[in-house]
């Protein structure tokens, strides 16, 4: 698992093991719709384990990201990842579309509301979830999905922040290619589009991590791929970012062979963000408090890196 093209590591993490992955996993939800439907992918043996609860990017769903959801659980974590009514591609005239984004935070309280329901459902899982070890994460419009929980709130028409839906349960979180601020930032189809894509990071508090591609550019921004990199500045609990050098918007393809639109494939890449989003998990959830250090170490140290992690 390269961290350079010239050195490998496997840093921070423990041998990977065999995995069950099930779903989908149905949970009832008054008022939704549809059912809530979520794959949970976990370590086959162990107890006490650490729980992500993880988000996709627009029109995906439960069965894409396996490249980390796999490779999490098969180092020790419980990876919850619900399907959003974007998947559906719910119609513009849908009452529910103006309030997807908030929709889509209370997808992921709901599932933190009902792990034991969650657990029961898979196989040998019931009661092996560490409820004190609880992270979000997500890519995309994920990532501002999963930011919703760790303090960022959508910035209203007036120009104020709405009411926050940051969660005490939630102890860390990683935001890949999250989506930065808004307003005149926005892109024409942004601003018709996506509207809520206006966040305010003063609130976010949580220990995070930022990743993003240095060639990551969106549709969705007048500016360029440091857009993506608003949410480590303006925040105070986000304090490491990793960039990947010519990454694009897949990140090399962490959302996996279900989805074809990764423009800049690379296995090299996909681990790196393994590796470092797993070490980062296991310092910030108290698991490992040299698993973050070590991997920072190693990639500042690795000939002709594949990225770099900025911390303040």
Do not use: N
């Amino acid at each position: 698992m390269p961290l350079s093209d010239t050195t490998s590591a496997h840093v921070g993490t423990d041998t990977a093991g065999p995995v069950i992955s099930v779903g989908p996993v149905t949970l009832t939800v008054p008022g939704r719709g549809q059912d809530l439907h979520v794959r949970v992918s976990a370590p086959t043996t162990g107890h006490r384990l650490p729980v992500v609860v993880f988000s996709h990017g627009m029109t995906l769903s439960m069965d894409d990201y396996t490249p980390l959801a796999g490779y999490w659980a098969s180092h020790g974590f419980v990876v919850v990842q619900p399907t959003h009514l974007d998947s559906l591609g719910l119609a513009p005239d849908d009452p529910r579309t103006p309030l997807i984004w908030r929709i889509r935070a209370d997808d992921m309280t709901g599932i933190l509301d009902r792990l034991d329901a969650v657990e029961a459902q898979v196989p040998g899982l019931a009661g092996r979830g560490d409820r004190d070890r609880v992270a979000v994460a997500g890519h995309s419009w994920g990532a501002q999905t999963a930011s919703t929980l760790v303090g960022a709130r959508v910035v209203g028409a007036d120009g104020t922040p709405g009411e926050s839906l940051a969660d005490p349960r939630v102890r860390a979180a990683v935001l890949l290619c999250l989506p930065g601020t808004g307003g005149a930032d926005l892109s024409p189809l942004a601003a018709q589009y996506f509207p809520f894509m206006s966040p305010d990071f003063a609130e976010l508090k949580t220990p995070s991590l930022v990743g993003g591609g240095d060639h990551d550019q969106s549709p969705l921004t007048v500016r360029g791929p440091d857009w993506f990199t608003d949410g480590y500045r303006l925040s105070p609990g986000a304090t490491d970012l990793l960039t990947l050098f010519g990454a694009e918007h897949g990140l090399g393809g962490i959302q996996g062979s279900f989805d074809t639109r990764t423009t800049d494939e690379s296995p090299e890449r996909v681990a790196v963000v393994q590796q470092a989003t797993l070490a980062y998990l296991r310092t910030s959830l108290g698991l490992d408090d040299e698993a973050w250090p070590t991997l920072r170490r190693t990639l500042a140290a690795a000939g002709d890196p594949l990225g770099r992690i900025d911390s303040k």
